[in-house]
């Protein structure tokens, strides 16, 4: 290098005024002069004395050395011109030259060299060095004493560092300087890299980077909308820079090339709050009429697994505005431009949700109720079923229970003893027929059994109300004049399915005809019967009703078969009770009271106007064979109308 260039000339010029110094402090002396062999002044770093040669005047021999230095001080200032190589060839040829004179002065001999003469340069090698004439006398040995160390091996890497050191403290110290007006490296502001970067340079970088007016939200279900909050002017105040330039400890600004710092630096974040009322208006994700609406957890009958559930709470997208628009006016006033709205909590939330204990308890308490399988049977095949939550409203609710009965007997009774009730008969026409007939419940006793009920269930739920209930027979009033016949009702198998007791019934619930689709029918003026099953005429006969007297003619109206018997005498009495005949019958098959259907082999003919003055005492005549055709087809329970 440069420095080692400068640093080895120099000590070549101190060597070389050594070499003058020693010189003539030996022509002072006298004989005490030595002449220094040619090559010996190298940099050797040793003080070499010179060596007394015979015959020659010590004046002379000191000149001789005198002027050498002269002419090293010319070479050493060309030298220092040459490069770093030469340079290190140089101190190696001089450590070789070195050696050489050690050698010469242990046994100086005839080779030995001569002082150099003018115009040798000290690098050159012991090798090159002018070797004496013949005729020229060999120096005198020099006596061996210890050559003093002139210090310049330890000097040279001193220096070296020596210079280093100022250098980097130069470095240091301008770095002090710098930092005093810029910010270290890597120093960030409120996000913002302000390394190298001074005040005012800072402040406008700062200025810059905030300068987009977009608010961005994010919301539920990956919504993100982006709105341009211009009119609320957003604004940051960062007039405190300056104090956190100077605040830096600049001394560290060498360590300071790596680690990221966040410079603290607080601001006044600006706007304008009815701009930004504005600006947030044209948003759709802070619309209520573009979102969807919080839904509340709730309970729901679950038809596939026959029980209730609980339905989850449904999130909704809906925004609470007033509480958006804060969180937004916070975050400008803090610099920001984003909200996530689930953070923030700003949607409006369900208020009942599926984990709701009230709402659970209330769910299970409907299923321990609905695996009851309460309910009502009303007979015709058809159940009045009271799933859970209809029964927990019998249980809780005062006056439930007598309401609830109440309401069955009018959807379901059918009898009118007032009013005459239109029958469409089998070819298409229709009657209107004035009889007690279709379905009358028996109020007071089915509250007695459905009120037991309700208490049996209401003790699985909250045993404190359980209570001894007895379930009375249910019994068919004797008032009825249809299929009840006093026959006992079988017990239900399930002791929370009681059935409804009735003073009257009929064939089928709900519908207009009431006696069904299958049932026999007598037109007591076409004096003629017919059989209908499944709405088709499957038999007709003519017959022969009661005679058209008081006491004796046939009364039209709704009835049943009440059974079938046959090989029967029918008996009939006279007002004074005694026997006024006695008809053994093949066929009976009785519908109201003791008016039936049988055959009646005591006659001719039948049909006609025979019944006018000829007539039965009220039973339906039939001929032998369609009588016992009659009777296969017929049941116990059938509907029986008859009509004029």
């Known amino acids: 290098m440069e420095f080692e260039e400068l640093i080895f000339d120099d000590e070549i010029t101190e060597n070389a005024d050594s070499a003058a110094e020693d010189t003539a402090g030996a022509g002072k002396e006298g004989s005490g002069a030595e002449e220094i062999p ?5 940099d050797t770093g040793e003080d070499v004395q010179p060596e007394e040669t015979a015959g020659e005047d010590p004046e002379d021999s000191a000149i001789t050395v005198t002027e050498e230095p002269e002419e090293l001080l010319e070479e050493a200032s060309e030298d220092a011109e040459q490069s770093e190589t030469k340079a290190a060839g140089q101190e190696e040829e001089a450590i070789t030259v070195t050696e050489e004179q050690e050698e010469l002065l242990e046994d100086p001999g005839e080779g030995s060299p001569k002082a150099p003469e003018h115009g040798s ?13 013949p005729s020229e006398q060999a120096p005198a040995a020099i006596p061996e004493e210890e050559i003093p160390d002139s210090g310049s091996g330890i000097v040279k890497p001193v220096l070296i560092g020596l210079f280093f050191a100022v250098l980097l403290a130069a470095a240091y110290v301008y770095g002090i300087n710098y930092y005093g007006t810029h910010f270290l490296p890597n120093t960030f502001i409120d996000g913002v890299d302000v390394g190298e970067l001074t005040a005012e340079e800072a402040g406008e970088k700062l200025a810059t980077a905030y300068d987009d007016h977009l608010f961005r939200f994010t919301g539920r279900d990956g919504a993100v909308e982006e709105v341009d909050i211009t009119e609320a002017d957003p604004k940051r105040d960062y007039d405190g820079i300056q104090g956190v330039l100077s605040a830096q400890d600049r001394r560290l ?17 600006t706007f304008d ?14 619309d209520p009429e573009k979102s969807a609406p919080p839904e509340n957890a709730y309970m729901d009958f679950d038809e596939e697994s026959g029980h209730y559930v609980v339905v989850p709470e449904v999130p909704g997208a809906t925004v609470d505005r007033e509480i958006v628009t804060k969180a937004v006016e916070d975050t400008l006033r803090k ?4 909200l996530d709205l689930e953070k923030i909590g700003g949607y409006i939330s369900p208020q009942i949700l599926s984990d709701n204990e009230e709402l659970n308890n209330h769910t299970n308490t409907l299923n321990a109720l609905q695996d009851l399988h309460a309910g009502v049977d009303m007979g015709a095949d058809v159940i009045e079923s009271l799933n859970g939550e209809r029964l927990l409203g019998l249980i809780t609710e005062e006056g439930a229970v007598e309401a609830y009965v109440t309401g069955l007997k009018h959807r379901y009774d059918t009898y009118d003893t007032e009013n005459k009730r239109l029958f469409e008969t089998h070819d298409g026409n229709y009657k209107l027929i004035s009889a007690a007939w279709g379905w009358r419940l028996d109020e007071e006793k089915t509250l007695e059994a459905v009120r037991a009920m309700v208490d049996s269930a209401a003790a699985v739920i909250d045993p404190s109300r359980a209570v001894q209930a007895e379930t009375e027979t249910e019994a068919e009033s004797t008032e009825s004049t249809g299929a009840s016949d006093g026959e006992m009702p079988e017990e239900p198998v399930n ?11 009929a064939v089928v619930h709900h519908q207009r005809k009431d006696y069904g689709s299958t049932y026999a029918e007598v037109d007591l003026t076409n004096q003629t019967v017919y059989v209908i099953q499944d709405g088709n005429v499957v038999f007709s ?12 003619m046939t009364p039209e109206g709704y009835y049943d078969v009440k059974l079938k018997q046959t090989n029967k005498v029918l008996v009939g009495y006279k007002p004074d009770g005694s026997v006024d005949y006695r008809s053994p019958v093949s066929y009976w098959m009785p519908f109201n009271g003791g008016i039936g259907f049988h055959d009646a082999t005591w006659r001719g003919s039948f049909g006609g106007s025979i019944y006018v003055y000829s007539g039965s005492h009220g039973c339906i005549n039939l001929p032998f064979a369609k009588a016992r055709e009659m009777y296969d087809l017929v049941y116990k329970g059938m509907p029986v109308i008859c009509y004029y």
Not at 253 to 269: D, H, Q, T, Y
Not at 541 to 552: A, E, H, I, L
């Open 38 to 42: 040619a090559g010996i002044a190298e």
């Open 541 to 552: 006969s003519p017959c022969v009703s009661g005679r058209m007297t008081k006491g004796r």
């Open 495 to 505: 002791p929370y399915l009681v059935e409804a007791v009735w003073k009257n019934r």
């Open 121 to 133: 340069k000290p690098e050159e090698t012991a090798s090159e060095i002018p070797q004496p004439a």
């Open 273 to 286: 709050e009815e701009g930004l009322k504005k600006a947030l208006e044209g948003s759709a994700l802070l």
């Open 335 to 338: 610099g920001g431009s984003s």
């Open 253 to 269: 600004w060498i360590m300071s090339r790596k680690p990221v710092k966040e410079a603290p630096l607080p601001f006044n974040g």
